[in-house]
């Protein structure tokens, strides 16, 4: 389980360290008359990644693990600082950083841990549990995999991680009854990318024993919450993310690995020239995340959202997607610390893709289409709300009254 949130209350305002946060950030502040509602997407870089960058490039921009010069020197440092970084981001005591690789984001972690860790640990009849209904990037990678290993003879069965109806919680009863003695791994999600769900990490962990290696697209969570892997109750093997999704630039990501159960983590080849610029700004984005925390970005993204959904759920004509439909229902403290951030719906009448159109023309930026939600297609279109730490109940309160005045 995650770390506790606060229950929201039923009034936020927006608190003096959340109008501090927001400050930081120049793009929301030069556009006053905008809401960026699409942090799922992508985050809005606060000035000190962006001064982060600006320094590196003007002062010492060379390649990493090559020259011996100053330059090259101190960009082999920031590199190798930056792996030692997202470590202690992650709460990983161990001092051994070569478990940290750093990727272009979640979709190519994800398919480097298949392509070069399990698909060399797989025998012919093993199974896997993989998500059917989360993002694309966390299904493709290992249907990839089974494909690559039929090639070769050995034949893996795909099973797929079974789902609630309705909350868009994996279903922990049935995953009991879908693992079996060739269970060898199971490919999970933190924070879901549509429903706006606490995935439960924890239940599959007891689901599948201590023996299974469990794979987590930490894509919505890094940034968003705690993600502390010394935590016992996120006892996974391996933590994939996007650096652009927490605050650094496009392009940065990397790869957690534990190495405890399987074969050392080594990603296979000559690994080029690394993104630099992105892994200095990986590394400002995370010094700036703890010294906001993420327990507080949890907390007022999850108050937003709960304002948010409630108040959709009383206009009529929408439908909330996932957990944060069955939320407003049950109201329970478990189930109020499982809505995070992110509140997806569809207009009865309207269709997601006008509604989007509609909501910028008010100044509202939001996502509307399938969401990259595996097997889902132009049909399956919704509208989705995405929060980060510089939103304000000011904005969800506009963005509320113009969708009452759709109703
Ligand atoms: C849950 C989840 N996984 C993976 C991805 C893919 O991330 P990226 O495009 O940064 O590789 C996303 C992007 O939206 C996501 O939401």
């Known amino acids: 389980m995650s770390p506790t949130v606060p229950l929201p209350s039923a009034e936020p305002e927006n608190p ?28 809005q870089k606060p000035r000190a990644v962006l001064e982060a960058v600006q320094t590196y490039l003007t002062t010492s921009n060379a390649n990493a693990g090559r020259g011996t010069y100053p330059w090259a020197n101190r960009t082999t440092e920031l590199v190798e600082s930056t792996r030692d970084r997202i470590k202690e981001f992650l709460h990983d005591p161990e001092p051994d950083r070569s478990g940290v690789h750093f990727t272009s984001g979640t979709t190519e972690g994800l398919r480097t841990v298949a392509r070069d860790w399990l698909v060399p640990c797989l025998a012919d009849g093993d199974e896997i549990l ?87 697209d930490a894509a919505q969570s890094i940034g968003h919450l705690p993600v502390h892997v010394d935590d016992p109750s996120l006892d996974v093997d391996f933590v994939v993310f996007s650096g652009h999704k927490a605050m650094a ?78 939320l407003s229902a049950d109201s329970t403290l478990a189930a109020a610390q499982r809505r995070r951030g992110i509140v997806t719906f569809r207009h009865h009448d309207i269709p997601s893709d006008d509604l989007g159109f509609i909501l ?39 963005l509320l009254s113009v969708l009452a005045s759709l109703a």
């Open 16 to 43: 003096l360290w959340q109008q501090e946060a927001r400050r930081q950030f120049p793009i929301v502040i030069a556009h006053p008359e905008l809401a960026y509602l699409d942090s799922a997407a992508t985050s």
């Open 130 to 216: 993989v998500p059917y209904g989360d993002h694309r990037a966390n299904l493709d990678p290992w249907i990839e995999a089974r494909r690559l290993l039929a090639e070769r003879g050995v034949q893996v069965r795909v099973q797929a991680l079974p789902y609630q109806t309705g909350s868009g919680d994996y279903d922990h009863r049935a995953l009991d009854r879908a693992v079996g003695p060739r269970t060898r791994f199971v490919a999970a999600t933190h924070v879901h990318h549509v429903y706006g769900g606490d995935m439960n990490v924890h239940r599959i962990r007891e689901a599948v024993g201590p023996d299974v290696a469990i794979c987590l």
């Open 249 to 326: 630039l496009p392009g940065s990501g990397a790869i957690w690995a534990r190495n405890a159960r399987g074969p050392e983590f080594r990603p296979d080849g000559w690994q080029g020239t690394p993104n630099t610029t992105g892994i200095v700004s990986l590394k400002a984005a995370l010094d700036w995340l703890d010294t906001v925390g993420p327990e507080r970005v949890a907390h007022w993204t999850t108050l937003l959202a709960t304002r948010l959904t409630d108040r959709l759920g009383r206009l009529g004509s929408y439908e909330v997607l996932g957990c944060q439909a069955s």
């Open 360 to 398: 910028f023309s008010h100044g509202f930026m939001v996502r509307a289409d399938n969401l990259c939600q595996a097997g889902a297609d132009a049909r399956d279109a919704s509208v989705r709300v995405s929060l980060h730490v510089y939103n304000t109940v000011e904005e969800i309160d506009r």
